[in-house]
T-cell receptor, first 110, second 115 residues
């Protein structure tokens, strides 16, 4: 079983739509969770951390469900500029290293 | 700060040749990571260093791969001899240890093609 699993998509949504991505992780002792964004042929960049209580940053909302070991990312009012691959990232408890999911591809269509 | 710097940005080589990838982390960061990204396997951690010391190299595919960090501002990843299946984008990333907010900053990557 992979440490982090994501639906690869692709998700093709119209502008203004709401889209949600889920990610499951296998290590129940993981403490840090993140969503990274990767544009085509670019490096991954941190989009947002995911906190236990859930957190929001503008149109983006991240949720953590420890009991079911999954995290989610909700994007409201999608923009063309949201088109990218979204990577789910989970730390391993014993050190400062992370597992990256293979990413979910999003294309926002005009 | 200029961010994480990697060179070369693109490398095309022939099977059997030695390839050396270079990375300069963000000044003051004490962790450095080497990743490989392919369409099939996504982003895989190869090795990481803490204060220039290799901590975990379990992701290094085989003996053809080696990595060094001679000082806090420079690291290399070497493949010798290279094979076509090594073709991928290789990213270097650095971070501070800051508990739950230890963001990793990635370099622009080296796109390696082995013919």
């Amino acid at each position: 079983r992979k440490e982090v699993e994501q639906d690869p998509g692709p998700f093709n949504v119209p502008e203004g739509a709401t889209v949600a991505f889920n990610c499951t992780y296998s290590n129940s002792a993981s403490q840090s969770f993140f969503w990274y964004r990767q544009d085509c042929r670019k490096e991954p960049k941190l989009l947002m951390s995911v906190y236990s209580s859930g957190n929001e940053d503008g149109r983006f909302t991240a949720q953590l469900n420890r009991a079911s070991q999954y995290i989610s990312l909700l994007i409201r009012d999608s923009k063309l500029s949201d088109s990218a691959t979204y990577l789910c990232v989970v730390n391993i408890p014993t050190g400062n290293q992370f597992y990256f999911g293979t990413g979910t591809s999003l294309t926002v269509i005009p | 700060d200029a961010g994480v710097i990697q060179s070369p940005r693109h490398e095309v080589t022939e099977m059997g040749q030695e390839v050396t990838l270079r990375c300069k982390p963000i000044s003051g960061h004490d962790y450095l990571f080497w990743y490989r990204q392919t369409m099939m396997r996504g982003l895989e951690l190869l090795i990481y260093f803490n204060n220039n010391v290799p901590i975990d190299d379990s992701g290094m595919p085989e003996d053809r791969f080696s990595a060094k960090m001679p000082n806090a501002s420079f690291s290399t990843l070497k493949i010798q001899p290279s094979e076509p299946r090594d073709s991928a984008v290789y990213f270097c990333a650095s971070s501070l240890w800051a508990g739950s907010t230890n963001e990793q900053f990635f370099g622009p990557g080296t796109r390696l093609t082995v013919l």
